[in-house]
């Protein structure tokens, strides 16, 4: 059984760096017919995509964080990671990780919550 | 980016009542929509792809149907557990986006 989860910080002070990691159990993640994603849910609201991104390579951004965002892709820990640079209150939300198959999340996270603030 | 506008914002329907959530997109988008089910402090999960097809384990209660720029969830004969919040989301063109969601709740 496919198992994805988040692990990081809870609490990102503004202007530094968020970053999260998803662990994948249950498959391997080699295989390019997946590719890997962030959404995020701010408080009450909903949904936002944050990037996905294929083992193998390319990486597709949101472009409304796009000049923010770095993906990445270890395949020996079966773990993918975001880094969110320069983060604001706006940024406060629940993160989830999720796999795209063969084109929609199909498995996701539980999610875990950043809050920005000093 | 492609816009995704669902409604009603809110439905609020009795156990055994039909529902119908209504998506529609800024532009064309095929078929190239899915729906997600979110119960409270639980992650998303999915419902229907490509418009009107179950994902794995989904009752048959659920059907999707559209193409071009409507789409339609149906949920035939509502179950205590359905009431939650429902997402489109399309997967046309980059960025993927979400609707901004309909609750369904107990009337």
């Known amino acids: 059984q496919l198992q994805l989860h988040e692990s990081g910080p809870g609490l990102v002070k503004p202007s530094e760096t968020l970053s999260l990691t998803c662990t994948v159990s249950g498959a391997a993640m080699r295989s390019d017919t997946y590719s890997w994603g962030w959404v995020r849910q701010p408080p009450g609201k909903g949904l936002e995509w944050i990037g996905s991104i294929y083992a193998g390579g390319p990486a597709y951004y949101n472009p409304s964080l796009n000049s923010r965002i770095t993906m990445s892709v270890d395949t020996t820990k079966n773990q993918f990671s975001l880094k969110l640079i320069s983060v604001t209150a706006a940024d406060t939300a629940m993160y989830y990780c999720a796999r795209r198959y063969p084109h929609d999340f199909d498995y996701w996270g539980q999610g875990t919550l950043v809050t920005v603030s000093s | 980016e492609i816009v995704l506008t669902q409604s009603p914002a809110t439905l609020s329907l009795s156990p055994g009542e039909r529902a119908t959530l209504s998506c529609r997109a800024s532009q064309r988008i095929g078929r190239y929509l899915a729906w997600y089910q979110q119960k409270p402090g639980q992650a998303p999960r999915l419902l229907i792809y490509d418009a009107s097809i179950r994902a794995t384990g989904i009752p048959a209660r659920f059907s999707g149907s559209g193409s071009g720029t409507d789409f339609t969830l149906t949920i035939s004969s509502l179950e205590p557990e359905d009431f939650a919040v429902y997402y489109c989301?399309?997967?046309?063109?980059?960025?993927?986006?979400f609707g901004g969601g309909t609750k369904v709740d107990i009337k």
């Open positions: 989301q399309q997967r046309d063109d980059w960025p993927l986006t």
